[in-house]
């Protein structure tokens, strides 16, 4: 199993970057996905998550700036990020809860992508 996040990079602030994150292999089912990032010097934290049903949950700091989203036939989460902050600066990781069979349930990670806010 793997999970490809994309869509990273420089952008002003005020401006708005859009991240994917594709999982691949032999999936049997995905409950939650997840966005979190990671800025220097300090910990990971979450941004938002999404579960299959499409309930979705945001921190604080990105709501109503923010949008997670879903394509469950394309094992693909989304965020759409707009009013971008210089704060927003952070390596973002997706993560997915599946299932590799009806009996086994992990955790998986994808790979950072960066994004940068500054003029």
């Known amino acids: 199993v793997q999970l490809q996040a994309s869509g990273g990079g420089l952008v002003q602030p005020g401006g708005s970057l859009r991240l994917s994150c594709a999982a691949s292999?032999?999936?049997?089912?995905?409950?939650?996905m997840g966005w979190y990032r990671q800025a220097p010097g300090k910990q990971r934290e979450l941004v938002a998550s999404?579960?299959?049903?499409?309930?979705?949950n945001y921190a604080d700091s990105v709501k109503g700036r923010f949008t997670i989203s879903r394509d469950n036939g394309k094992k693909t989460a989304y965020l759409q990020m707009n009013s971008l902050r210089p704060e927003d600066t952070a390596v973002y990781y997706c993560?997915?809860?599946?299932?590799?069979?009806?009996?086994?349930?992990?955790?998986?990670w994808g790979q950072g992508t960066l994004v940068t806010v500054s003029s």
């Open positions: 993560n997915a809860d599946l299932r590799t069979s009806s009996l086994n349930k992990r955790l998986y």
């Open positions: 999404i579960t299959s049903g499409g309930q979705t």
């Open positions: 292999g032999s999936i049997f089912s995905i409950n939650v």
